[in-house]
């Protein structure tokens, strides 16, 4: 009794809903009428990554998420992203007859049309962020196991909001009601060769981020459809039932919240970045991994140092280390033992574990030497000054860092280069040595060098930063950020 109540109580809803265009939805699915629409909220110039919205059964892609789209464009941490809500033909009318009902298609027509989408209309985007109400999430997932490997690696996050991704028992009473509420029979072909492809396909975890949300007064889908298919690392809730579910009214709701924290992706060393030049570098980051990650074994050192950067910068920092300890290019190259030097100090700097740190030292004294028997002046003062700060920020041994800052300037100031990177460690050294008037004079002309290059930038202020705090000096840090918060304003 208790499921033919809440079917009941959907279709009572939606009549109550559609009431006064129940009548002209009627005619339109006679008519075979019914069609997709499609509606872009936000696409502007320059953009590379898109929130696609993709709504349930009986749906409209300009209702069903009520104030999210507002919501998104409001917040000023997810500029860089275009939205837009792709609708599909779908109502409560039922599939009956031959040939009158076309206009209604079964959910693999439907995903038939959005794999087309992402291959069209989607084209243009480096990273595609999926949110999908109910029956709209079954859809997604089919998608994802149709499209190529190059274009489902530009999908980075994945949200399903009350999906029934096991399918609902109660549409075994309604299978021959409606083909969309056919295909949503657990026990039907459609859902159950769906579980079957996404856990071979996608086990023991997804490559993009996935979050499988429950509301918590749904009544229509229970949870052994919406969470159970999947591990409960992915499990998250929210208010409301299962319409109110994605209707939410602030940025503080859950619901919102759950979006926000999937599509955010901060990093200290990337913090100079406005938040749109930040998720457009993200995106970049995601098509130089697409296009690279297949033949990383053969790239040369320059692509190498792309596709290293872009996985530290969009995936874990894990991801990166793990490439360049098995590069041939790290057992002698000091360039390529610095980078790897680097992405250990950046690990250490979360961690704060003596592993990360020593590896560090190891390697950047390693190819310290290597520098010093080639003469190559302008490595030398990359690892001397990487040095330097290790002794002065992670083993307070203001010796050391005095003995490899003062290498550094030397080679730095005798460097017949005039790159950024030498004034950014003619700066850093003046600043170990208190010389704050010297380290402003050089940074602010390694900023200006830098230009565009706001990564580069970034990688100046960490030292800085750090170096900073390492002094406790709070006037030497409030100097420091005078200088580099200047490009962002």
Known sequence: MSILLALKNFFLRKAIEKGPRLGKGLIKSLAGKNKGETFFYREEPGNRNIICMVHGFSGSPQETFYKFPDLIKEDPELNGWDIVSIGYASDVMPTIGIGIWAAQPDLSKVTGYFTTNITTLLRKYDRIAFLAHSMGGLVVQRALLNISDADRGRIS??????????????????????????????????????????????????????????????????????????DKKYYAYTAGNHVDMVKPDSNKHTSYQILKQALIQKQIYLQLFSDKELNNLLGNYCQIINSLKAKVDTLDRRALREYIFALEGSKEIEDAIQVLESSKHVSTNSDFMGILGGRYKRKYLRSYLDADKDRAIQLYEKAYQLSINNSDGEQIYYHAINLAFLYLYADNNKAKMKQYAAEALKYAEQSAEHGFWKFATIGEASLYFGDIEKAKLNYTEAIKKAGDDTRAVNSMYLNAYYGCRAFEDNDMMNEVNAIFRKKTT
Do not use: C
């Not at 009544?219 to 459809?225: A, G, Y």
């Open 157 to 230: 996050s994945v949200l399903l909001y009350g999906s029934p991704s096991g399918g609902l028992k109660k549409a075994t009473l309604l299978r021959w009601y409606n083909n969309q509420i056919h295909d949503m029979d657990t026990e039907g072909p459609f859902v159950v060769q769906l579980r079957k492809e996404w856990n071979e396909k996608f086990k023991p975890a997804p490559p993009f981020t996935f979050v499988t949300v429950a509301g918590e007064l749904d009544e229509f889908v229970p949870l052994t459809s919406s969470q159970e298919p999947f």
